[in-house]
Structures are given as C-alpha cells and as structure tokens.
C-alpha cells in the first residue's frame, strides 16, 4: 500500500500556461492508469487530441466547456460532472472567466509523469516519453 498527500506529489506545468497537474498515482505504481489533479486556468483554451490514451475526467470545480473538434458539439461542465474520452477525440477545453477549474483525471495507459502536450495536443506514449 502507498499513502501520498497532494503537496508531495509532482507538479507539472503546461508549456502554453493554460494547466498545471499534479500526478499522484503514475505508471511506475504498476497500477494499469495514472491519477492527476488538474487546474485549468480561468479564461483559457487549449487543444487536446489524446491520440494515445484514454482520459475520464471528473470536475470537482468551476465552469468550462468540451467541444468536440469533428462535431462541433459543445458540452458544458461543472461541479458533479465527468467528461469520457473513449473515442481519442480532439477537443477543446475551454475554462470560464473567473474560477479556475479544479479535475480529478484519470489515464490508460498510465503516464509517467512528465508529459506535456505536444505540438497536436498529445501525450506521447509511456515508451516514447
């Protein structure tokens, strides 16, 4: 069994400023995924394409919005609510003015625990990173 507390686990910060995630449970816990807590900046937008991997993705705070690049379906979320990339899709997630949104995510295949986006929003692959 492990015990880790939120301030003794890594931060990493994205390269366009619009995130910071903490990962808490990475691949090296031989747990099949990975766990982060995500801050999405107020007021930002960024491009995602998880070409790699899967993502759940539950909002514990703030507003924002998800729409899918192919549709053009926008979803809005809130406190409550999880948002399920199943499908790899490439989104654009968009955080309100005025509250940071605060996640609890969740990645298969796990990460390792210093990905940042690449150019087209992804995470390499664990044997790549």
């Known amino acids: 069994m492990k015990v880790r507390n939120l301030k003794d686990c890594k931060a990493v910060q994205a390269e366009n400023g619009n995130w910071q995630s903490i990962r808490m449970v990475l691949a090296d816990d031989n747990m099949g995924f990975s766990f982060n807590i995500t801050t999405i900046y107020a007021g930002t937008e960024t491009p995602i394409h998880y070409k790699n991997h899967l ?3 539950y909002c514990i705070k703030g507003h924002g919005e998800v729409e899918i690049v192919e549709t053009g ?3 809005r979320i809130g406190p409550g609510d999880i948002y ?3 499908e790899n899709d ?3 997630l968009r955080c309100d003015e005025g509250e940071d949104l605060l996640f609890a995510c969740v990645f298969n295949p796990a990460l390792t625990g210093n990905e940042v986006h690449d150019k087209d929003g992804a995470y390499a692959l664990p ?3």
């Open 90 to 92: 490439k989104h654009l």
């Open 127 to 129: 044997e790549d990173a």
């Open 84 to 86: 399920i990339l199943d």
């Open 55 to 57: 993502e759940s993705v």
């Open 73 to 75: 379906k926008v979803y």
